[in-house]
C-alpha cells in the first residue's frame, strides 16, 4: 500500500479557487485516496479544514477536522441555517491573512462520506463556520471575498507584491506554503 502524501495547496490568485467544483457522481477508490491525501495536506499545513478546489481539484469534496473526529465529505451541501455568528478566519489558500467573517451559527448539512453513504449533519459554532468555509470553496468564494473594500485593495496589494518577489524563484508555477512568509 502506497504512502500517503500530500498535496499542493493552491494560493490567491490560483484561477481553480475561483472555480465552481462538480458535483462528484461516484464514489470511486480515486475520491477515496484524493480524501486521504487531503487530510494528510490538511493536518501537515496546520489546518482545521480544506476543500479539493484547494489542491488544484475541482469536485466537491472537503475535509474538516476541529480537534473532535475527521470528516470527509462529498458533495456536501447546507439544507437549513440559523443564527449568526461573527469569527476570525484564515485560509490556507490566502496565507497570512485574517478575516471577521459573519456566518450561520447552526448549520445541517447533506453529504456522502467515502464509502457513498448519505449523511445528515448537524454542526454549531466553531465545526458550522470551518463547513461553511469549506463550501464556499467548492462555490469558487473565499474569504477575501468577505472583507471591506479598502481591505481587499490592500490584500491584492500584498499578494500582488509576493507574486513579484517570488516569481523567479517559482519559475511560475503556484507558490508553496514554505516559501511565502507574510
Sequence with gaps: MMEKTALKIKIFGDSVLRKKASAVRKVTDDCREILSRMAVTMYESGGIGL????????????????????????NPRIIKRQGIQVLQEGCLSVPGINIK?????KVWL?????QGKHL???AQGLLACVFQHEIDHLKGKLIIDYASF???I?????????????????????????????
Excluded at 467573517?101 to 451559527?105: A, D, E, H, L, T
Excluded at 447533506?110 to 467515502?114: I, N, P
Excluded at 517559482?170 to 507574510?182: N, P, T
Aim: glycine share 8%; proline share 1%.
Design 120 to 122: 445528515d449533519i448537524q
Design 51 to 74: 476543500a479539493a478546489p484547494q489542491v488544484g481539484i475541482s469536485e466537491e469534496m472537503i475535509v474538516v477536522d476541529i480537534g473532535e473526529g475527521l470528516y470527509k465529505l462529498i
Design 150 to 152: 479598502f481591505d481587499k
Design 154 to 182: 490592500n490584500i491584492k496589494k500584498k499578494f500582488a507584491g509576493l507574486s513579484r518577489d517570488f516569481k523567479s524563484k517559482a519559475s511560475g508555477r503556484s507558490l508553496g506554503l514554505s516559501k511565502l512568509k507574510l
Design 101 to 105: 467573517v459573519k456566518r450561520s451559527q
Design 110 to 114: 447533506k453529504a456522502m462520506d467515502e
